[in-house]
């Protein structure tokens, strides 16, 4: 399955082993790669408070992206709300999702055909697994429980 290009998104704060998974896979499948970073204020809107700001985000991904996919086509783009670029651009032909996030799927596939675009593709990725069994998630790292490898801290309690 190889698509010319795909979209995905997140809010992308502490980035993870299960962030480098969602990236990985949307290289694999898309030539090119839209990515949407929630800002501070959808995040905030959406009960997250990320512990680094839109633009430390934003850096972060970019080092990620220019380390491990270096040369590949890519935009950053900001998401002030779920859809972003996926729904505002026909030439999207497939979305990169998070198990947590497929399910918005097919309203956004609702906002395309009322643009008249065709419906996206849906590609899921499966949670990556922290050395407790528990997926890894940025909440999880901001409480202390697990570090971005998924590794376990110690403080289970937070």
Known sequence: MKFKTVATGGTFDHLH??????????FEVGERVVIGVTSD?????EGKTP????????????ALISQMFPGRQHLVA???????????S???????VSRETAKR????NALRREKGFPPLEVVVVDYVMAEDSKPIS????R???????GRVTGNLAG
């Open 78 to 88: 900001k998401l002030d709300d779920y859809f972003g670029p996926g729904i505002a």
């Open 143 to 149: 409480k202390g429980e697990i570090d971005p490898q």
């Open 41 to 45: 204020e959808f995040a905030r809107s």
């Open 17 to 26: 082993r299960g962030h480098l998974a969602l990236i990985a896979k949307s």
């Open 51 to 62: 512990d680094e700001d839109y633009e430390e985000r934003v850096k972060a991904l970019e």
């Open 105 to 108: 799927v097919s309203l956004a």
């Open 90 to 96: 026909p030439e999207v032909e497939a979305i990169v």
């Open 138 to 141: 940025s909440t999880r790292i």
